[in-house]
């Protein structure tokens, strides 16, 4: 329940965004705001987002997405611009809630990852956050933060305990996979809620059971209806599926209930730390995937694909209406869904942090 210190944010929830990307977190706050329990108990709506981002294909898919949301009251400004750059009155007494994804390389399991942690010069823009933190007056009364699982043992995050103890904040730690949620793909994050309060003296890390608390779907909910020529630059070509790798190549059928997390490689690497591909088949009912002939993948040229954009985003759940600019690559696209959040799990935990 909402601490005497919330009351005053009860009717005018104004949001800062930090490494906004796409616009993930700010879906998440939305849907978690829609929940009826938030709504009716406390009547919060979202007055304000500032979002700060660097890149320049994330702040056109942004605005372009948030500008033309005509339904919204929620007066949004988008600043292309380093962390680093921002000064302490510029977010001094600026926000009721603030969220952040950091720069998750510093500390992926990826195959050329160094894990150079605070070391990488992108953490910079995290560390800076810190100090703003410190030297801010009316600081934020609720923070959330996410990022890939091993970001848990970083350096960076016992930098930021710290700073949230010496600004007042209790947090909670939470790992938590679309999976967890009902959502057939794979992307174990970690999750932390701050209040400005004692509200989480006692928390700890919270580890997800191995088992989903209920029947996933099959991703054939998440799955477009297209003809084979617009499926045509999404299918995986000949003499890919003729190299002596290709035994290895990732792949689900619309009726299985489970993909690999989806990176922002996905749109130039094949591997399953990459995200799945999608075998098309006849039978609507036949789980493919388990009875493949891997030694000749080629016999599947045609029927093997990308996932598309479109479905990706119905996947991290985004709204129906979510476009990319046109001047927006399929690759970059690709880049822009696997550097962002998943936004049901985001309205979970967003949910939690609000009630």
């Known amino acids: 329940m909402m601490t005497d210190t919330t009351q005053r944010q009860i009717d005018n929830l104004r949001m800062i965004e930090f490494f906004s990307g796409i616009g993930g977190m700010r879906y998440g706050v939305e849907m978690a705001l829609k929940n009826k329990t938030i709504a009716k108990e406390q009547n919060l709506v979202l007055s304000s987002c500032v979002a700060y981002e660097i890149s320049l294909y994330a702040n056109a898919t942004y605005k372009m997405n948030f500008d033309?949301?005509?339904?919204?009251?929620?007066?949004?400004?988008?600043?292309?611009?380093?962390?680093?750059?921002?000064?302490?009155?510029?977010?001094d007494g600026?926000?009721?809630?603030?969220?952040?994804?950091?720069?998750?390389?510093?500390?992926?399991?990826?195959?050329?990852?160094?894990?150079?942690?605070?070391?990488d010069r992108r953490c910079k823009g995290f560390l800076s956050?810190?100090?703003?933190?410190?030297?801010?007056?009316?600081?934020?009364?609720?923070?959330?933060?996410?990022?890939?699982?091993?970001?848990?043992?970083?350096?960076?995050?016992?930098?930021?305990?710290?700073?949230?103890?010496?600004?007042?904040?209790?947090?909670?730690?939470?790992?938590?996979?679309?999976?967890?949620?009902?959502?057939?793909n794979h992307r174990m994050r970690f999750y932390m809620i701050c209040e400005h309060s004692n509200r989480f003296v006692e928390s700890g890390l919270e580890v997800?059971?191995?088992?989903?608390?209920?029947?996933?779907?099959?991703?054939?909910k998440f799955i477009l209806n297209k003809d084979i020529k617009e499926l045509e630059p999404f299918l995986i070509s000949r003499?890919?599926?003729?190299?002596?790798?290709?035994?290895?190549?990732p792949v689900v059928t619309p009726n299985d209930c489970i993909s690999h997390c989806f990176?922002?490689?996905?749109?130039?690497?094949?591997?399953?730390?990459?995200?799945?591909?999608?075998?098309?088949?006849?039978?609507?009912?036949?789980?493919?995937?388990?009875?493949?002939?891997?030694?000749?993948?080629?016999?599947?040229?045609?029927?093997?694909?990308?996932f598309m954009p479109e479905e990706l985003l119905c996947l991290f759940g985004f709204p129906n209406d979510f476009r990319f600019p046109d001047h927006i690559s399929l690759q970059h696209q690709y880049k822009l869904i696997g550097n962002s959040v998943n936004v049901f799990v985001v309205s979970n935990v967003v949910k939690e942090l609000l009630g």
């Not at 005509?70 to 009155?89: A, N």
């Not at 600026?94 to 070391?119: G, V, Y």
């Not at 003499?239 to 190549?249: C, F, R, V």
């Open 68 to 91: 033309s949301c005509s339904t919204s009251d929620t007066v949004s400004k988008i600043h292309t611009k380093l962390i680093e750059q921002l000064k302490p009155e510029d977010v």
């Open 94 to 119: 600026k926000a009721d809630i603030w969220t952040m994804s950091p720069p998750c390389q510093p500390f992926t399991n990826t195959l050329h990852a160094k894990h150079r942690d605070i070391e």
């Open 129 to 184: 956050l810190m100090n703003l933190l410190d030297k801010i007056k009316k600081k934020p009364l609720w923070i959330m933060l996410e990022n890939v699982k091993t970001f848990s043992n970083s350096k960076a995050l016992d930098l930021w305990r710290e700073c949230l103890t010496r600004c007042g904040y209790t947090y909670k730690e939470i790992l938590l996979s679309p999976v967890q949620f009902g959502i057939p």
């Open 208 to 220: 997800p059971s191995t088992n989903p608390p209920q029947t996933l779907h099959l991703l054939k």
């Open 239 to 249: 003499n890919t599926l003729q190299q002596k790798w290709a035994h290895d190549i």
């Open 263 to 306: 990176t922002a490689a996905y749109g130039r690497q094949i591997h399953k730390a990459t995200g799945s591909l999608l075998l098309m088949n006849d039978d609507n009912n036949a789980q493919l995937s388990s009875k493949l002939n891997r030694r000749d993948m080629a016999i599947y040229y045609g029927r093997l694909r990308r």
